[in-house]
């Protein structure tokens, strides 16, 4: 196992700094420089804000995926010590530095699988807040983090609150755990309605900022179906002891129900740097000024029940848990084209979820896949769904 780095500052890795949960992972780390530092940053294509970023954060390396943008970040950067790489073989490469004692992987989509393998192997723990990584290869991600002896810890709020429930509770079985969707901003619509939404109005939602990707996924309620994939890995459940439940407030995180019918629930104000900032400083709760949840601001809080048949996209990922194998890889890619196409106004709302359903139908399913067959899952399936986002006229999509 690695050592905490000099004297007791943990070094930190953010894959995907340049995103929602990257610039905030940032800001719990400038809120507390005497325990953590941001050895490495990595972007994607944003490279006027990795730059930025790399100005008043001074890490040690600055990574930027699009080769074609390494010129501008090494040039702008040329005056300083930071080591300037390009490329996503450099990602790959990064988390396995000595000195890393965390690595937060918040890359979006499928592109965050072989830098957390290499990170894990590496003996890194796990900030995990790229929730695709576990959606597609779970199996095996977990078995690497248990042979390696790392923690994966969990970013997303909902499986960080199950985590919060569940600690000191190591010898107690669990009965279910519950989790909590907002519903997003179409909660209670009808198909008749979401057949004409727009991106615009799928992009506005109540209670969360978060990227453009994670945020289609909590209209349509995908997100939530992979987060239901994510949580039978993480916890080692079946199917049988994962609800959902749509809590409107966001204010309950998610909740644990025990064998003896007891349930804890974690709860507090919609603020993703609780989240990150549990999880980089587990299994230590580090002093803040965020603020604070009042019970009397939310004298009611409401729960129900999700629409599975109007969104389609959260009954298919529980489809998806029950073939297992590549399934969770096959929607998983579907969705991430699916999601590119309608942001592009190439499909339609209802659209994403028939081009997710026609590829579960055609892709071949592997019962016990290894990491190529991942790897040629994940693309095939891209093709498939591109193919039949270009086939189909918007209008048929809407049906």
Known sequence: MHI???????????????????????????????????????????????????????????????DSLYPQVKEALAHTQIKVLGGYQEVKQIVTLPEL??????????????????????????ALANKETLVVAGELITALAK????????????HSAIFQCLAG??????????????????????RKFLSTVTRHQALKHPNWVMGAKITIDSA???????????????????????????????????LVQFQDGSVKAQMGLPDMKLPIQYALGYPERIKNDYKRFDFTAYPTLTFEKPDMDTFRNLAYAFDALRVGGNMPCIIN???????????????????????????????????????????????ETRILAQNLIEQMPLKALTI
């Not at 830098?115 to 796990?126: E, F, M, R």
Request: glycine share 6%.
């Open 220 to 254: 349509s309620l995908m997100n939530k179906g992979l987060e239901v994939i994510e949580a039978k890995w993480l916890f080692d459940l079946e199917l049988e002891q994962i609800e959902v439940i749509v809590h409107p407030q966001s204010i309950v995180h998610s």
């Open 4 to 66: 905490t780095s000099h004297q007791g500052i943990k070094n930190i890795a953010i894959l995907g700094s340049t995103g929602s949960i990257g610039t905030q992972t940032l800001e719990v780390i400038a809120e507390n420089p005497d325990r953590f530092k941001a050895h490495v940053i990595t972007a994607n294509r944003n490279a006027a804000l990795l730059i930025e970023q790399s100005l008043k954060f001074n890490p040690a390396y600055a990574v930027i995926c699009d």
């Open 169 to 190: 509770e190591e010898k107690n079985p669990i009965e279910k755990i519950i989790l909590t969707a907002s519903g997003g901003p179409f909660r209670s619509k009808d």
């Open 333 to 379: 890619a579907a969705n991430e084209v699916a999601v590119a196409g309608f942001l592009a106004d190439n499909v339609s709302f209802l659209g994403m979820s028939q081009v997710i359903e026609q590829c579960m139908q055609k892709i071949p399913t592997i019962a016990h896949p290894t990491l190529d067959h991942y790897l040629n899952t994940d693309k």
């Open 147 to 158: 042979e390696h002896g790392v923690k994966l810890l969990p970013v997303d709020s909902e």
């Open 101 to 126: 004692d965390i690595v937060l992987t918040a890359m979006v989509g499928f592109s965050g699988l072989e830098p957390t393998i290499n990170a894990v192997k590496a003996g890194k723990d796990i």
